[in-house]
């Protein structure tokens, strides 16, 4: 039995590097920037600029902006839709190229500390204008 636990343990390791070679080469891609421009079912993102870039190097120059599709399986976080967010929000977004386009697995809104979550309300008036203000 100790004879065979190497070459297992040698084969478990060889797998697992494998794999994520091959995820690599195939897993998805992300971005995390500021909504340029919103559309129905499309986001574009221009991306943030790497905080390590040198100033001399041109800097003013900026990626060329992200466009990414969403559909029924891209998962969402800190906000419940792509109905929920707006131009000029900061979002991560998970990514995979498929012919020429890029499909959204995930998205995430990115909320600044002091920002209010997208879940929070502003005050509203009362739905019965009828009723009159409590006294205090």
């Known amino acids: 039995m100790k004879k065979l636990l190497i070459p297992i343990a040698v084969c478990a390791i060889s797998l697992t590097m494998i794999s994520a070679g091959f995820a690599g080469l195939f897993g998805g891609k992300s971005i ?30 900026m990626a060329a902006p992200v466009s990414v ?16 967010l707006v131009q000029g929000d900061r979002v991560k977004v998970e990514y995979e190229e498929d012919q020429n386009r890029n499909l959204a ?10 920002q209010p979550e997208a879940d929070v309300q502003q005050e509203q008036a009362p739905a019965d204008a009828t009723t009159a ?3 205090y």
């Open 105 to 114: 697995t995930s998205i995430s809104k990115i909320v600044e500390e002091g």
């Open 69 to 84: 599709e969403v559909n029924q399986d891209t998962q969402f976080e800190q906000v419940d839709s792509l109905a929920g």
């Open 32 to 61: 995390e920037g500021e909504i340029q421009d919103i559309s129905a079912n499309t986001l574009t993102i221009q991306e943030d600029k790497a905080a390590d870039q040198a100033a001399d190097q041109a800097a003013e120059e």
């Open 133 to 135: 203000p409590a006294q």
